[in-house]
């Protein structure tokens, strides 16, 4: 029962250019969601948040976009620098109940020098 | 360094033996959980554990799996009897209080099982 995928398993992009992460989920009681970035050998990091009172959250090169009715949230990375090569997860959770995290499967972004 | 800490950082048990993995969250985190990555794949959630209190184990396997989050010390998830299948990395997030937005996660140790 995956509640959270990232149909995408990896994905090659050319430096400078824009990078499309996408998740879909199929719990519509889920209302807060994150991204997280992770590197081999190390734990995930944070990197942005989208509440689903939202449509969409920017920070610096990244933006989270969440469509509520088509259960769709998309990670946009602009312009991709080659550091940004990691495993890309996203997760949700309902605010309510015991707020325990539902990652999706990750995609592998390689941004080509 | 004031972050999760998890040790040890790579665990080699033999079929059969005991796995004990530790969570220190982050100074004033009392919200740990716990999270397994199978090669491969995402990451699963296991338990989520305040001090002295299991508050979700939906992702734990019935037997063999256990976890406590003492009122003193770290957070300790147990595999008794590992199987090659145990074999994962698995990650320790903590968090301020069970609302907060985000958390917070280790480096994660990877469990082989020869």
């Known amino acids: 029962d995956q509640q959270v995928k990232q149909n995408s398993p990896s994905l090659s992009v050319q430096e400078g250019r824009i990078s499309i992460l996408n998740c879909d989920y199929t719990?519509?009681?889920?209302?807060?969601f994150l991204w997280y970035k992770k590197y081999p050998a190390e734990g995930p990091t944070f990197l942005i948040s989208i509440s689903s009172i939202k449509d969409k959250n920017e920070d610096g090169r990244f933006t989270v976009f969440l469509n509520k009715s088509a259960k769709h949230l998309s990670l946009h990375i602009v312009p991709s620098q080659p550091g940004d090569s990691a495993v890309y997860f996203c997760?949700?959770?309902?605010?309510?109940?015991?707020?325990?995290?539902?990652f999706g499967t990750g995609t592998r972004l390689k941004v080509l020098a | 360094n004031a972050g999760v800490m998890q040790n040890p950082r790579h665990l080699v048990r033999r079929r059969g033996q005991e796995a004990r993995l530790r969570c220190s969250p982050m100074k004033g985190h009392s919200h740990v959980y716990w999270y397994r990555q199978l090669p491969e794949e995402g990451l699963k959630f296991m338990v989520y554990?305040?001090?002295?209190?299991?508050?979700?184990e939906s992702g734990m396997p019935k037997e063999r799996f256990s976890a406590e989050f003492p009122k003193e010390g770290p957070s300790i998830l147990r595999i008794q009897q590992v199987v090659r299948g145990d074999s994962a990395a698995y990650f320790c997030?903590?968090?301020?209080?069970?609302?907060?937005?985000?958390?917070?996660f280790g480096s994660g140790t990877q469990l082989s099982v020869l």
């Open positions: 997030a903590s968090s301020p209080r069970g609302s907060d937005e985000k958390l917070f």
């Open positions: 554990l305040q001090k002295e209190n299991i508050i979700d």
């Open positions: 997760a949700a959770r309902k605010t309510s109940g015991t707020y325990k995290y539902i």
């Open positions: 719990n519509s009681m889920f209302d807060y």
